[in-house]
């Protein structure tokens, strides 16, 4: 099995000879560390008051775990506070549309050298499945400079292959041309869009595609099979947010989880009630610090995402260390009545494994006597069999059946034929509806 190429990236960047142990990487991180708080401290306003308190420099990693978090509402509230450098030194500004409290957009700042290295991480995490000589059409948003599809095709070429520059998929048989025609290797997207090309009844005669790239918080297991099911090919995730740079880990060919571009993150996963860090096997809140950005660098970042880190070797031979794949976001959760908690992803992996369904939308009613979800699919084949379907899968949710069996519940569900592409936008299910925005990915960034 071939070693995740973000090891020997890794090394070279912390200036490991040989190979890469975890004793030198832990060396560099500190020191990294150290160095971003010194820089904080000295430019942001927000980090001087906030680690008013904190001892100068750590004299280990661990000694991280007693400085304070940093929230979204904390970068929504005032975000040139975080900023470390002058405003002729920020090349590219994102603008993140939040449904938060505080009323503002979230704004991250990025210097050039802050982009390139998400363009270095991109070309190393990339290489894992491109080859030179490989077309790989990116259903990213690509037009501004700078945007996420424009800094994995500056990638992409750099190790010899080309990016093409699609943006989000707006009509499947269009992309699906373009996938013949090109001849591409690979493809990059958002799952629910990719399983729209995927499931389409109509394929092109001359698809090749080699492998294809998922990207977001949460990738659905049903979503991985049904793409490399159709295709018969590899699919991967990888798992970034803009805070995070765009970039933040990629699977190997083990495709346990996620590896991490660790010279310039430092992750853990902590406890969500208590903050405490959590031993790898431990399912927590993904919490990060950047270690290399200069413009707008974050301490201890709490993502809401929820994962765990796999404990012991991977089977890729890496010493980095290997996230579990994000399960769910921590506010994508819908309470039912008898205390059972429904995560977003529950939905998606019982409905997406149903053949033709391409995307659902849901809402929750909250009632003194009786709740109701409805979830409404968008399918590809006979309406009414899709329909109860996807009845019956939901009904195999425990914490569902259970809901519905003791009268707490009412669910309604339809199907429509599909027409329409699945939004490009990350899926919520914060207000008791599914409903697509931003929720500190990198899209809606790009998007605007
Ligand atoms: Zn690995």
Same mark, same amino acid.
């Given at each position: ?135 790989? /059409? ?166 809401? #995402? ?16 290997? /996230?579990?794949? *994000? ?12 205390? #059972?908690? /429904? ?14 369904? *391409? ?11 009786? #709740? ?22 939901? /009904? ?53």
């Amino acid at each position: 099995m071939d070693l995740t190429p973000l090891e020997p990236w890794i090394a070279r960047k912390i200036g490991a000879t040989g190979a890469l142990t975890r004793a030198a990487l832990t060396a560099y991180q500190l020191a990294a560390l150290n160095e971003t708080l010194a820089w904080v401290r000295a430019r942001s306003p927000f980090y001087r008051e906030r680690l008013a308190d904190a001892p100068p420099t750590l004299a280990a990693l661990e000694d991280l775990a007693a400085l304070p978090f940093t929230t979204a509402d904390d970068i929504q509230a005032e975000p040139l506070r975080f900023v470390c450098v002058s405003q002729s030194e920020i090349s590219r500004v994102v603008t993140l549309d939040t449904s938060g409290t505080t009323g503002h957009s979230k704004r991250l700042y990025f210097t050039a050298d802050d982009q390139a290295l998400t363009v270095d991480f991109f070309r190393a995490g990339m290489s894992t499945f491109t080859r030179t000589g490989d077309r790989v /059409l990116i259903l990213l948003p690509c037009a501004r400079p700078g945007s996420v599809g424009d800094l994995l095709a500056q990638a992409l070429e750099r190790l010899g292959a080309e990016g093409l520059r699609h943006g989000p998929v707006r009509d499947v048989t269009a992309t699906l041309d373009v996938l013949a025609r090109t001849g591409a290797a690979g493809l990059v997207g958002m799952p629910t869009q990719v399983l729209a090309l995927a499931r389409y009844p109509a394929q092109p005669e001359g698809l090749a595609l080699r492998f294809a790239l998922l990207t977001t918080d949460f990738v659905p297991r049903a979503i991985i099979a049904a793409v490399e099911g159709a295709w018969g090919c590899v699919a991967y995730h990888h798992y970034g947010m803009t805070e995070m740079g765009l970039g933040g880990g990629v699977d190997c060919v083990a495709r346990r989880g996620y590896h991490l571009r660790e010279a310039d993150l430092l992750v853990e996963v902590v406890d969500p009630a208590t903050g405490v860090p959590l031993p790898a096997g431990q399912s927590g809140e993904v919490v990060f610090t950047t270690l290399t950005r200069r413009g707008m660098p974050l301490i201890r970042y709490r993502t809401g #995402d929820v994962s765990h880190f796999i404990p012991g070797p991977c089977p890729c031979g890496a010493a980095l260390k290997t /996230l579990a794949h *994000i399960t769910h976001r921590r506010d994508n959760v819908l309470d039912l009545r008898d205390g #059972d908690a /429904l995560p977003l992803c529950a939905l998606d992996e019982a409905l997406f494994a149903l053949e033709g369904v *391409i995307d659902f939308s849901a809402s929750f009613e909250r009632r003194p006597s009786q #709740d109701t979800l409805r979830v409404c699919l968008a399918v590809h084949g006979d309406e009414s069999v899709m329909r109860s379907r996807a009845r019956r899968a939901l /009904l195999d949710l425990p914490a569902l059946a259970e809901a519905v069996a003791g009268g707490a519940l009412r669910l309604v569900t339809a199907a429509t034929s599909a027409t329409h592409v699945p939004s490009p936008l990350k899926r919520t299910f914060n207000d008791g509806r599914v409903t697509c925005g931003e929720v500190g990915g990198i899209f809606p960034s790009q998007m605007t």
